[in-house]
């Protein structure tokens, strides 16, 4: 199974012969290539918005629905100056959030694209692979940030993490990589 891009900025999967075998194996034919569902993560980066183009992409070609998600992670500490009200940072944080992903949404889906957003609070990766469980997620695309060495081993990486416990195929998209579907130009 091939996947290449078009001028359009549409994926298209091309089967091998040796995948015919796989077509021949009567319902399950139906599934096969069938995305109904794509997941995209994102925290706002340049990364994100990058990985953002790969899933409209995919939903627009596949007729899939898209599911915006931004996983608000709360670092509860006292600071030198007493308590601070979480409550409403959390809430702060969340309407900044939603705001956020609202404009997001409307500057990137193309028509005819089904799309929505979430924002949760958590554990960004255990958060992420919660809702693609929860949504019955096709498809889950994440940028990465790339970080390597000592970087990587003391900050982690949550798309790492994403990738071992999510019960959906994962599709990473690195920032410096060889692009196969292009952002739209801007009008």
Do not use: W
Request: some cysteine; aromatic content about 6%.
């Amino acid at each position: 199974m091939k996947i290449k891009p078009t001028k359009s900025g549409n994926v298209v999967v091309e089967l091998q012969s040796k995948d015919g075998s796989l077509l021949a194996q009567g319902d399950r034919s139906a599934e096969l290539g069938r995305i109904r569902r794509v997941l995209v993560p994102v925290d706002f980066s340049p990364n994100a918005r990058k990985a953002v183009t790969y899933a409209v992409a995919f939903a627009k070609q596949f007729g899939a629905a898209l599911t915006f998600l931004h996983v608000i992670q709360v670092n509860y500490a006292y600071g030198e100056f007493g308590a601070i009200d979480f409550t409403a940072l959390e809430r702060e944080m969340r309407g900044g959030a939603e705001k956020e992903l609202k404009e997001l949404v409307a500057s990137t889906v193309a028509d005819g694209v089904k799309a929505e957003s979430l924002v949760r609070e958590g554990s960004p990766a255990k958060v992420i692979a919660e809702v693609a469980g929860e949504l019955n997620s096709d498809l889950l695309v994440i940028s990465t940030h790339g970080y390597t060495g000592l970087r990587h081993v003391l900050m982690g990486s949550i798309a790492e993490h994403v990738v071992r416990y999510a019960p959906c195929p994962v599709l990473v998209v690195r920032q410096q990589q060889h692009d196969f579907v292009q952002a739209p130009a801007a009008a």
